[in-house]
């Protein structure tokens, strides 16, 4: 990831969400997971909020990027939308990633139990990288409910805002 908090694609990404939360929600407010091998922290983004350092700023304060744990990021996603102030509501959960998941099986077991919740959750997981790459099978192979995957390239910093809201939102329904 440090590449991409470098080049400004993460900082874009916090912007673009952001950006949808004030399509989809009145307040458009987005809470923010980072993970790694654990939860490293949340954070929440709103409009007024959102300097133009603001993502790296957060992410300075939160220690390492160790390894990739989907379900840890799932769980953690999962709780926080219980805790809203509207859990009944569907969420749209834009999650990014530049590499396959620790554990393959206990991500796509996370992202099933997640799809039998009573509430709805859509996740959108948004790669970065070499979409041919060895270590996308997973995310190329995975079928799991309400889920879907988009890849942004190894420059998501480039891709045209029409071209991420079209790819990221290429199968929603709710």
């Not at 400004?8 to 989809?24: D, K, N, Y």
């Not at 809203?84 to 990014?96: K, Y």
């Not at 009573?118 to 041919?132: F, M, S």
Request: no cysteine.
């Amino acid at each position: 990831m440090r590449p991409y908090f470098k080049d400004g694609s993460v900082q874009r990404l916090a912007e673009q969400t952001v950006a949808l939360a004030a399509h989809l929600s009145e307040d458009a407010t987005v809470t923010t997971v980072f993970f790694s091998t654990e939860i490293d922290g949340t954070a929440v983004l709103t409009p007024a909020d959102l300097t133009p350092t603001r993502v790296e700023e957060i992410n300075a304060t939160l220690g390492r990027m160790g390894r990739t744990n989907y379900d840890r990021a799932v769980e953690e996603v999962l709780a926080l939308h219980e805790k809203s102030a509207d859990p009944a509501r569907p969420a749209l959960v834009v999650f990014q990633t530049d590499g396959a998941p620790e554990s393959k099986t206990a991500a796509t077991q996370a992202l099933t139990e997640a799809a039998d919740r009573p509430y709805a959750t859509h996740w959108r997981l948004t790669v970065w990288g070499e979409e041919e790459t060895k270590a996308f099978d997973y995310l190329r192979k995975l079928a799991t409910p309400r889920t879907a995957v988009h890849f942004a390239g190894p420059s998501p910093v480039e891709t045209p805002h029409a071209t991420f809201y079209r790819e990221l939102l290429a199968d929603w329904t709710v």
